[in-house]
């Protein structure tokens, strides 16, 4: 005697629908590099700045300028090492993460199409850091812009990546009252430096 579980099973089993192929998104795929001019604009309209920089020394003195002397600034990224007040890597205590004020990562890429910034665990070295800072700032190479998420998509099917993300902007909510706050459970402020 069956049980019902097993007649159920078997009633699913029996009567699973045909199989299809995939759908064609040929008509996404795009041969051109994406827009520096409509990423800028995306970045704005979701809550974010960009600035231009040719070197890491410009990012430093505009870091500087921008949250001054006593800003706890952490990154993983040894080109700007002498900017950080803390060490961090993977031996930091993610408890010590609470109070940061600036941190600096290297994004992989940019989308055109919406402001968004690839990065993965291998940049942020804590998954926690993007999040939970008071201030973003992410910097990716002028020439690594993609004009779609489709083409983000593709060009991260080609990559081995533990956890991965993108970034869009501050982090923002409009359900309180349908009143736009921005951060309200992240950071305040996102700046991407695009270099070259």
């Known amino acids: ?90 031996s930091t205590p993610v408890h010590s993460l609470h109070d940061v004020d600036v941190a600096i990562l290297k994004g992989q890429f940019g989308v055109a199409e919406n402001g968004a910034v690839w990065i993965t665990d291998k940049e942020m070295v804590n998954r926690a850091l993007p999040f939970i800072t008071q201030h973003l700032v992410a910097i990716i190479d002028w020439e690594m812009i993609v004009p779609t998420m489709h083409d983000s998509y593709e060009l991260i099917s080609r990559t081995r990546y533990g956890f991965g993300t993108f970034i869009a902007g501050p982090s923002k909510t409009a359900d309180i009252e349908q009143s736009l706050v921005i951060g309200a459970h992240g950071p305040r402020s996102m700046t991407v430096y695009v270099m070259g």
């Open 1 to 90: 005697m069956m049980s019902s579980r097993d007649s159920i099973l078997k009633a699913v089993k029996e009567n699973q629908p045909e199989k299809a192929g995939l759908p064609d998104i040929s008509v996404f795929k795009t041969s051109t590099q994406g827009s520096l001019s409509k990423f800028a604009a995306a970045l704005n309209a979701v809550g974010g700045k960009i600035a231009y920089v040719s070197d890491y020394g410009e990012i430093l003195h505009m870091i500087k300028a921008q949250y001054g002397d006593h800003a706890k600034v952490i990154s993983p990224m040894k080109e700007l090492a002498m900017l950080c007040t803390e060490n961090f890597d993977l």
